[in-house]
Structure formats: C-alpha cells, structure tokens
C-alpha cells in the first residue's frame, strides 16, 4: 500500500485530568472547525482517500446506477385523508426531492401542491423540509426549513388560499409546530444556541413579529429535551419533557390558547408514561409500579395524576408495550414478544379481539399514518428482509385487508423467492440467548467462504427490526450475507434487553456482538477472511470496541458517524446532546463511570496492535457525533496500528448526521461502502 500521501495529522499533546487520571490526548486540537488546518487535515484525508481509491471509481458509479435502476423515480406516497383532504407526497423522475400536496376530499380533485422542493433547494447543497402542520380551517401551513443539515430550523407560513408565503418568520427551532383550534395560535419550540437542546415552547400570533412570541415553558434540567404536539382528538395540545428515564407532561385545551398548561403528571425520576385522549380519558403506555415492560392504563380527563390510574392491560414479563393507537372503535396495541412485532386490536366493546397474523421471523410490521379518529381503517406497513415494503389499509371491522402500495424493485431481475430469511440465535459468553437476522441468495454453501455483513446499533433501546433494501441486492447478488445482530443495549426482547446494555452493563453490547461474529463464523457461514462489520452513530462506537477486543475476527470495518471518543465527549457539557446522555453511560463526573467510560472507550483503547480495513465516514457539520471523534481516531489509528490494511477517513464538508440531502445523493455514500466491500473480496464486477 503506498504512503507517500498518507495524512499524518500534527501531534499537539493536551493533557487532561479528572479524577487524579492524566490522559493525554494528541489530536485534542481537531475540535475547531474554524482552524484552516483543521479543514487542511480533513482535505488531506479525503484526497487520500479518493486516490487510494481511484481504481474503484468506475465501479462505484455502476453500483450506484444499477441501486438507482431499481427505485421507481416517479413514486408516490399512499395518500392520506385528514380534515377533508387527502395528502400526498411524491417524487418526479429526474428531481432530487418531494413534491407536497392535497386533494380537497376526492383523490379524482384538482392537485394542490404545497410545497416543491426542488425548487426551495435551489442554490442549497443541503436542504431539509419538514414540520408541516396544517391549521385546523385548511387554510395554513407551518413549515420548516433546514439548509446545513445541523437540525436548526426555521418556521415560515404559507397562506394555502392566496399561496403567498407570509411575512413571519421564526428562527432556530427544532421544525415542529401545531396550531390551537382558533386557526390564529402557534405553538413551537426552540433550542439552546450551544448545545442544541430543545428546551423552549414559544407561542406565537399569526401575523406578528417572532420576537414578541410568548415563552410558554423554559425546561431548566439540562437532561430533559421538550416537545410539542397535539392529541388526534383535536382537544388538546402537549407539551412533553423527556430524559432516558423520565418523562413529564402538561396540557392545555386547544380551543384555549391563552389558557395555562396544566402538568399531567409530575416528573419522578424513574415515572415514564405517554398517552392518547379518548372520549372523556386518557389512556396511558406507562412504566408505574415497576412495569419494566409497561402496561395501559386509564384516567379521567379530569384527574390526571398518577394515583388517579387504572389498569387496563397488566404488565407482561415477556411482552413489551411499545405504543397503542387510538380509534373511535377500536383500541390497537403495538406490543412486541420474543424479539417480535406484534399488532392486538382490542374492540371498545370487548368483543372478539385479536392480532393480526404474521408467518415469518425476519419481519418489521408497525402502525403509519393514522390520523383519522372516526374509522374502523388501521394502516400498517409490513416488509422483511427479502419482501420490499408494502402499507395495507386494514379494515378492523371486517377483518379485511388492501395493499395500497407494495415498494417497486426496478428492472425486472428481482424476486423474493430467490432469498433465504432466517433467523439464528447465539449464546453469548454469559449464556444468554442473542437473535440474528440474515437473509442470503438460495443456493450459498456454508463453507467458511461466503462474505458476511454483520450489522448492528445496541444503544438507547432501539430495536433494529429487520428491513428490505433494495440497494443492498447488490450486496447480496454478488454472494455477500447480510445480517442484523439483535444485541443488548436495543429493545429488541423487551426493557430489560436495554437495561442489560447499558451505563454499567454496556460492554455487554460489545461481547454480543462478538459471540455472534463468533457464532457465523462456528456454524460455517462466513470465516475471519470474510466476515465485515457495520455500525453508525452509537453503532460506531460499537465498532470502535469491537476492533479493540477481537480485531483478529474481521477482515473490514465501515464505520459511519462513529461515537467513539466517550470519555472526553461525555465530560463536556457544552457539546450537542451530553447531558441528556448520562442516563444512557453515566456520568463521568462521577469516577466510578468514568472508570468503566474509559475502559471500552474506543478511542482511548487504541493500541499497538493489527486493526482490520476500515472505511470510516462523518460530516463536518454532524450535530449528534462531531466530526472530530472519528477524526481524531484515525489520526491516533494511522499512528498506532502495526498493519498494512486500509484505513480510510471519508468526510462530507457539506452535510450533517443524517449525510447528504438529496434524494439519491444517499446511494452514492452506499456504493462507497459497498465499493470498499467488494474490493476487499476481489469482486470487481
């Protein structure tokens, strides 16, 4: 592998100490984005990048064209009634982004487009819209735009009547908004200028200057972040203040929106509770009384606080309650068992309930857009690894059902019949049980010498539910394996899952990992030679550990928007989302968690020792994960590491966690990491 280019970045040791504990940290100074020689670094590491590369630049233009052959480019959402209008979204052939707009009560009426986006992102190299909310008399429309990719928005008005785009204007907000029921009434919230904390609810008067807007409600606790939202009834507008483990709310009638928020139940650390309004009550999705996996409750509109609860459904030791939707007919419960999805529709009569029917093991079923109260239509989408996407109109009365739209897969080669699904379980070094999920071509022979893209995530209690992809047949065309290993630190077997791999149990996530990289290669499906690792954001961090602990396994790594210098990022309260993450790995301020932060940290881990390929990307304007963690890792890896593998630092100047903005901009960062993939196993075509 030639060097001549290789960036090495300049070693500028700041020593930093906590808790008796020296650590001297060499590349400290790449945290200033404003520093040209931060900028000259990064340029080193792209350009290196891209002549290391330049032999697979043809390749990655066919893989990105042939990922985009089998994406219908003329598509549409399924519409959506709701007061009187049908909402569509939808893609033009040729055009990088969405196209919003209504019916007035018949798919068959005069289209009113909303908003197009294409035109909005000209002149932008990243444009965001979102937080669209209409008024309650169809007349207005919030939204938001974001033009750097930091989640930093600002909320315009749209008169949909006249189409004229009025004169208030509110900067810095998360996007979201909703309207009180006079039609007159807006309510938003803003975030910490630092820090990026949504922590503000404002209230303001159409047609008057944003600077006179109302502070509603400041969220002093700098754990907690705020929202704002309204019920589907239509009676009541929320505002939610939310840390990992606790949750509070305060509500206002919406037909008063000069009236004072009332708290629902005050904060108690430990209480999490959400709720739907129904009639003349609210029912309640709620840890209380120790329900780890949570139960339903019910209470009076009028009584609110916790003493005044019911139960409706009881706790469950192997049933998780994730959320429930709402009908004037119909209770349907979103639960999840054996690492699962399930759907139970419960009739308010108590007449004849059910779950709707699921045969496979590798699939993801969940409620969408159901924002109709008076219905007996629920609307689901189902999809699994090798079945594309499809959302059905569910008709609970009659026990009938309609594919509205099934997910096209472009020219003519695909057919779920040509793919394996299944799902294994590995036992883990302290006996537990953990599932994977893989899909794979009919006829591979499990030899040892089929590559293998194990992938993963394991933080916050997020299940990671197995997905079709249509681009990721390109992977598994060309014989790769993909899976999906369900560790702890996710939701995926219920609370306790999370709570086993998290704060003093997270390097449990970790060794998951590992024993099931172990387990593919034991029962022959892929070997160290072949077998690839995936993880982004706090899935980044896994890979980080993983390659500290058992580097010997993989023979590469990609890595996106990795988390990976915890200790540092974890003692500074002025980064983006630190504090609201105590609850997730502990507060470093207390040595006991530094202690444990520091010993899987990946960054402070590194040492001299073989490291696999890596394909390592981030964005320089990246609000969750600063660029710098994955910057400084690889300076501190290309000094440290005693292999010739490849090591590559892949920075987009432009966008922020989520990448680039544009519709298909996306599949040029997969065909990068396919690229890599497919090189490192010499397939070339």
């Not at 289209?111 to 207005?140: K, R, T, W």
Request: charged fraction near 25%; aromatic fraction near 12%; charge should be negative.
């Amino acid at each position: 592998m030639p060097t001549h280019n290789l960036p090495i970045a300049a070693v500028k040791p700041v020593v930093l100490e906590k808790h008796g504990d020296q650590r001297t940290d060499n590349y400290f100074w790449l945290n200033d984005r404003e520093n040209p020689e931060v900028i000259d670094y990064l340029n080193q590491e792209n350009a290196y990048y891209e002549s290391m590369t330049a032999d697979t630049k043809t390749f990655q233009k066919e893989l990105f064209e042939e990922m985009k052959a089998r994406i219908k480019e003329d598509d549409e959402s399924v519409p959506y009634l709701y007061n009187g209008y049908y909402y569509i979204t939808r893609f033009e052939k040729g055009k990088d982004y969405p196209i919003y707009s209504r019916k007035k009560g018949s798919l068959t009426a005069k289209e009113e487009i909303m908003f197009d986006c294409n035109e909005l992102a000209q002149g932008h190299s990243y444009f965001q819209l979102g937080g669209l909310s209409v008024s309650p008399d169809n007349q207005f429309v919030t939204f938001a735009t974001d033009i750097v990719g930091r989640r930093i928005y600002t909320i315009g008005i749209k008169n949909l009547k006249t189409n004229e785009i009025l004169s208030d204007k509110i900067e810095n907000v998360t996007g979201g908004s909703v309207w009180a029921n006079d039609n007159q009434t807006i309510f938003y919230t803003r975030k910490d200028k630092v820090t990026l904390r949504a922590d503000k609810v404002y209230k303001h008067k159409l047609g008057a200057d944003s600077q006179a807007d109302v502070l509603i409600y400041f969220e002093k606790d700098d754990t907690f972040d705020v929202s704002v939202s309204k019920e589907k009834s239509k009676k009541y507008i929320v505002i939610g203040s939310t840390s990992t483990l606790t949750t509070e709310f305060r509500i206002l009638n919406a037909n008063e929106p000069d009236g004072e928020f009332k708290v629902f139940q005050k904060r108690t650390r430990g209480l999490e509770y959400h709720f739907a309004h129904y009639g003349d009550s609210f029912y309640i999705v709620t840890n209380k009384d120790k329900a780890s996996n949570f139960k339903l409750m019910k209470t009076s509109e009028k009584a609110t606080e916790a003493t005044n609860w019911t139960e409706v459904i009881p706790h469950r030791k192997d049933v998780l309650i994730e959320d429930i939707e709402i009908f004037k007919n119909f209770l349907v419960v979103e639960e999840r068992s054996n690492g699962l999805n399930k759907i139970w529709i419960k009739p308010w009569d108590g007449k004849g309930e059910y779950y709707l029917p699921f045969e496979s093991e590798t699939y993801t079923a969940c409620t969408t857009s159901n924002v109709d109260f008076d219905t007996d239509i629920l609307r689901y989408s189902y999809q699994s690894l090798a079945t594309p996407s499809s959302v059905i109109d569910f008709d609970m009365k009659n026990k009938t059902k309609e594919i509205k739209k099934e997910q096209q897969v472009l020219g003519g080669k695909f057919s779920k019949d040509n793919y394996t699904e299944e799902r294994i379980w590995a036992t883990a070094a302290d006996g537990t049980k953990v599932p994977i999920s893989m899909v794979y071509k009919k006829d591979i022979q499990k030899d040892g010498k089929n590559p293998l893209l194990l992938y993963a995530y394991g933080s916050y209690g997020m299940s990671m539910d197995p997905y079709f992809s249509s681009a990721r047949l390109s992977l598994l065309d060309r014989g790769f394996i993909f899976a999906i290993a369900h560790i702890r630190g996710g939701e995926d077997l219920g609370r306790q899952w999370y709570e086993d791999g998290k704060l003093l149990k997270k390097k449990n996530t970790f060794t998951d990992f590992i024993d099931c990289s172990k387990y593919v290669i034991a029962q022959g499906y892929t070997s160290p030679q072949h077998l690839y690792a995936e993880g982004g954001s706090a899935g980044g961090l896994l890979m980080g550990a993983v390659i500290n602990m058992a580097p010997e396994l993989y023979h590469g790594v990609i890595a996106q928007v990795p988390f990976v210098d915890v200790v540092t990022t974890m003692l500074d309260d002025s980064i983006p989302l630190t504090t609201g993450e105590y609850d997730e790995w502990g507060n470093p301020n207390d040595k006991k968690y530094y202690d444990y932060m520091k010993s899987y940290s990946p960054y402070d881990n590194i040492a001299p020792k073989e490291y696999p390929n890596m394909y390592v990307s981030t964005g320089l304007h990246d609000s969750q994960v600063q660029y710098w963690e994955p910057a400084k890792w690889v300076a501190k890896l290309r000094v440290m590491k005693t292999d010739k593998n490849l090591l590559f630092l892949n920075t987009n100047m432009d966008a922020g966690h989520g990448g680039a903005s544009g519709r298909f901009e996306a599949l040029k960062e997969v065909a990068r990491e396919f690229s890599f993939l497919l090189d490192l196993e010499k397939i070339k075509i």
